[in-house]
């Protein structure tokens, strides 16, 4: 489901020293992607929702991301001044899963 010409250097980076990942996808799933609603659901979680946004993002427009956190009762929001595809660099990747195992930590160890 990768077809942007940047997402070529990301499945590259993923592929190496990783045989078991592929960019492929079973068609079937194409339809329940286009089924999620989740600014409908938001609203309803009951949990911590952390939120990553790519600030130039042109996939996934970060106005309707940061939207979806602010609909989440306990939503948080965290962003970063990349694209879509850069979030997958070795450096940002660090930096965001750093920032996820801080949200695990905060949320689970309390």
């Given at each position: 489901?990768?077809?942007?010409?940047?997402?070529?250097?990301?499945?590259r980076s993923l592929?190496?020293?990783?045989?078991?990942?592929?960019?492929e996808?079973?068609?079937?799933?194409?339809?329940?992607?286009?089924?999620?609603?989740?600014?409908?659901?938001?609203k309803?979680?009951?949990?911590p929702?952390?939120?990553?946004?790519?600030e130039?993002?042109?996939?996934?427009?970060?106005?309707?991301?940061?939207?979806?956190?602010e609909?989440?009762?306990?939503?948080e929001?965290?962003?970063?001044?990349?694209?879509?595809?850069?979030?997958?660099?070795?450096d940002?990747?660090?930096?965001?899963?750093?920032?996820?195992?801080?949200?695990?930590?905060?949320?689970?160890?309390?």
């Amino acid at each position: 489901m990768l077809v942007d010409p940047h997402a070529r250097e990301v499945t590259r980076s993923l592929r190496e020293g990783n045989s078991l990942w592929r960019n492929e996808v079973a068609p079937r799933v194409i339809f329940d992607v286009l089924r999620l609603k989740p600014l409908g659901v938001a609203k309803e979680l009951r949990v911590p929702l952390l939120v990553s946004i790519a600030e130039k993002d042109t996939e996934a427009p970060p106005y309707l991301t940061r939207r979806l956190a602010e609909l989440a009762p306990r939503g948080e929001v965290l962003s970063y001044p990349v694209s879509h595809y850069e979030m997958y660099r070795p450096d940002v990747r660090g930096r965001v899963i750093a920032d996820q195992l801080a949200f695990l930590k905060k949320h689970l160890l309390t």
